[in-house]
């Protein structure tokens, strides 16, 4: 192996020993970051939510001047409670060229390309800056982008391109789907079952919303985008989690569940939930109530992650296709922060080493030669941006 590359992979090793899960504090993952940039002479700087649980990462290499590049990726992943991992998922696991761990290719491994690249940025005389900010909870709604916009916007000087390392498997994506993420919490009246009619199930009521979100989302399937490239080429709903209930013998009194929608790139996400929101306030609550004022059906909308469409991917397309050779522009179903980075003006692209498909699920890994494309690449920027 080549010094960088060695270094990379010592690099994922210590990321995925960190369990960064979702929505829990992060100080450790976020602590290893920040001392090894600092080792290097850089200064970290770190945004962090309300309560100081979970934070960002960002850092610049070479002049602080406007129009450089900025490498995002995300240091949270997902569980893997009831997955079968033939290894342990906390510990990367070499087994011939592919390196197993949680992260390992979403996205730990694009963060240790661009930690072990810092080097190189160093030495490469740049004269535009390098950026690099990992944020948090991208799995969950991309939760870190405001608070990392916002301490961006502090700045002196602004970048002029963003490249979002999921994995791409290197190619230039210029688009995907948003995801308005929900949760829907249904309370009931609970009675002895041997006259549920005294009651209200929050479980029943539940099917029924959850069978008008299925008749929207056959709608939506029914009318795609004709030549659209994603696939499926329409907006798509998800219920993930559903609980509720005490015992068979009595009506539920409460249920809760939660869900999403993939809208497609302009189209109106608010609309369709409204109109699902007022299935529930119109057509349900109203016979619930009448049992018992108190019944009734809580719709939230946690996040909305923006969608990522072309309108303002050009620059940063034509950057890492003047470093590539790739002419082609693709798209994919999958989110990431990227739409937060391009409604705020910047022009972004997703690029990176890997394939989403071996993403979320038990034996993830990142093959050492998709590390080394990764590395190459990264190379490559940083010789386009000392010249």
Request: negative net charge.
């Amino acid at each position: 192996m080549t010094d960088t590359l060695t270094s990379a992979v010592e690099i994922l090793e210590n990321l995925v020993g960190f369990e960064s899960i979702s929505g829990e504090p992060n100080h450790a993952i976020v602590t290893y970051i920040a001392d090894f940039l600092r080792a290097q002479g850089l200064e970290a700087i770190i945004s962090r939510d309300a309560d100081s649980d979970r934070a960002n990462v960002f850092a610049t290499i070479g002049p602080a001047v406007d129009g450089g590049v900025v490498l995002n990726g995300h240091t949270d992943v997902v569980p893997v409670e009831g997955q079968t991992w033939a290894t342990d998922p906390f510990v990367l696991t070499r087994r011939g060229d592919n390196l197993y761990g949680r992260g390992a290719v979403d996205m730990k491994g694009f963060l240790a390309c661009a930690m072990a690249s810092v080097p190189v940025f160093q030495a490469a005389g740049l004269t535009r800056p390098i950026h690099l900010a990992f944020t948090y909870d991208e799995e969950i709604g991309g939760l870190g982008m405001p608070v990392l916009l916002e301490s961006m916007g502090a700045l002196p000087y602004r970048p002029s391109v963003v490249i979002v390392g999921e994995p791409t498997g290197m190619n230039i994506v210029t688009g995907h789907k948003g995801g308005t993420e929900m949760r829907t919490e249904i309370t009931g009246l609970e009675v002895h079952s041997c006259n549920p009619t005294r009651g209200v199930s929050a479980i029943s009521v539940a099917t029924r919303l959850i069978a008008k979100i299925e008749e929207v989302a056959a709608r939506l399937a029914g009318d795609p985008v004709v030549g659209s490239p994603y696939d499926p080429p329409y907006g798509t709903f998800n219920i993930g989690t559903i609980e509720g209930g005490a015992a068979r013998n009595a009506t539920a009194g409460w249920c809760n569940f939660d869900w999403e929608f993939r809208p497609m790139p302009g189209q109106d996400s608010r609309a369709i939930i409204a109109e699902i929101t007022e299935y529930a306030e119109h057509e349900l609550q109203p016979a619930m109530k009448a049992v018992d004022v108190a019944a009734g059906i809580n719709i939230i909308t946690e996040v909305s992650v923006p969608s990522l469409d072309d309108r303002n991917a050009e620059r940063a397309a034509a950057f890492v296709g003047d470093i590539t050779g790739q002419n082609s522009r693709s798209v994919v179903s999958f989110g990431t922060d990227a739409g937060y980075f391009s409604d705020a003006g910047l022009s972004t692209v997703v690029f990176g080493p890997g394939t989403i498909n071996r993403a979320h699920g038990p034996d993830e890994f990142i093959e050492i030669g998709e590390l080394q494309q990764g590395l190459g690449f990264l190379q490559s920027v940083a010789q386009k941006l000392s010249s």
